[in-house]
């Protein structure tokens, strides 16, 4: 892996391991937040890479719209859906309902 990216991801870490329990982001969300808009694929490919799901929580993570678009990456057919509605958030066909009121902003939520 290039060390650029390492060091990329670890900033990903950081940020996704701030996201409160109940709420969601977006890998554009986080990718925005590092300077680095066009990244949102990067973003995913850090999430997709999370070994410690305790430790980061990668569930938190989904697409602009909330698709749990990373759900293939946990064990288990629905583990990413499951662990969101453990935190209170409903997911319907592999999207987050109400996304907005869950959506949690780095930007606006962690010192730049």
Known sequence: MNPENKNFFEKVYEVARQIPEGRVTSYGAIA???GAARSARMVGWAMNGVV?????PAHR???KIGLLTGKHHFDGTNLMQQLLENEGIKVVDNQVVNFE???WDPFR????
């Open 101 to 103: 009121n869950y959506f």
């Open 109 to 112: 939520e962690l010192e730049n």
């Open 32 to 34: 925005k937040y590092l």
């Open 52 to 56: 410690d799901r305790l430790e980061i």
């Open 61 to 63: 993570v989904v697409n």
